[in-house]
T-cell receptor, first 115, second 114 residues
């Protein structure tokens, strides 16, 4: 069973469109994240949700809106897509205080290409 | 602000050699450090997690050490195989960061030649 699953795996769309990426985890974790990996392969956090509550919003443009309907799901909606949004987006999850447990689990990523 | 650096950025070794990958971080106040592997076009696979109170972790041919005071971690891969070719990323969770945010290094791209 896939622990953290993202859909779609690939997304090609035109500038100005609105798109969504879905993420689900079946690990029972209470915290979920979105990370962005740019063309230089650097991974940076975008958002973090704990029990459906926004914890981190790392100066991401407000065209990006995460939505967490329950603690097992964290979706990412992007409005008015721009060329610079092209990247790989990773969903991840973890359980509470990471001091005593198994760290992060990542999904396999969604490669977004804006043309 | 926590910064994580991985040197070298790329490494090529013949099969059978031991791999030594370095990771350094600027703020020693961390909860833990995690090593990941990323294959081209794929997601991140967790390799080893070292809690701040630990000095090392081992899994099969992999061994990771942590020296918090000097802000360093080293990932050793014994008897490398072509299947070890991938990008290796280290990441820390800084104590001073909200929400268990992972701060990543830029990665070391490894090529093991048969």
């Amino acid at each position: 069973d896939t622990a953290v699953s993202q859909t779609p795996k690939y997304l090609v769309t035109q500038m100005g469109n609105d798109k969504s990426i879905k993420c689900e985890q079946n690990l029972g974790h209470d915290t979920m994240y979105w990370y962005k990996q740019d063309s230089k392969k650097f991974l940076k956090i975008m958002f973090s949700y704990n029990n459906k509550e926004l914890i981190i919003n790392e100066t991401v443009p407000n065209r990006f809106s995460p939505k967490s309907p329950d603690k097992a799901h964290l979706n990412l909606h992007i409005n008015s897509l721009e060329l610079g949004d092209s990247a790989v987006y990773f969903c991840a999850s973890s359980q509470g205080a990471l001091v005593a447990n198994g760290g992060y689990t990542f999904g396999s990523g969604t490669r977004l290409t804006v043309v | 602000k926590q910064e994580v650096t991985q040197i070298p950025a790329a490494l090529s070794v013949p099969e059978g050699e031991n791999l030594v990958l370095n990771c350094s971080f600027t703020d020693s106040a961390i909860y833990n450090l995690q090593w990941f592997r990323q294959d081209p076009g794929k997601g991140l696979t967790s390799l080893l997690l070292i809690q701040s109170s630990q000095r090392e972790q081992t899994s099969g041919r992999l061994n990771a050490s942590l020296d918090k005071s000097s802000g360093r971690s080293t990932l050793y891969i014994a008897a490398s195989q072509p299947g070890d070719s991938a990008t290796y990323l280290c990441a820390v969770i800084p104590v001073r960061a909200a929400g268990n945010k992972l701060t990543f290094g830029g990665g070391t791209r490894v090529l093991v030649k048969p």
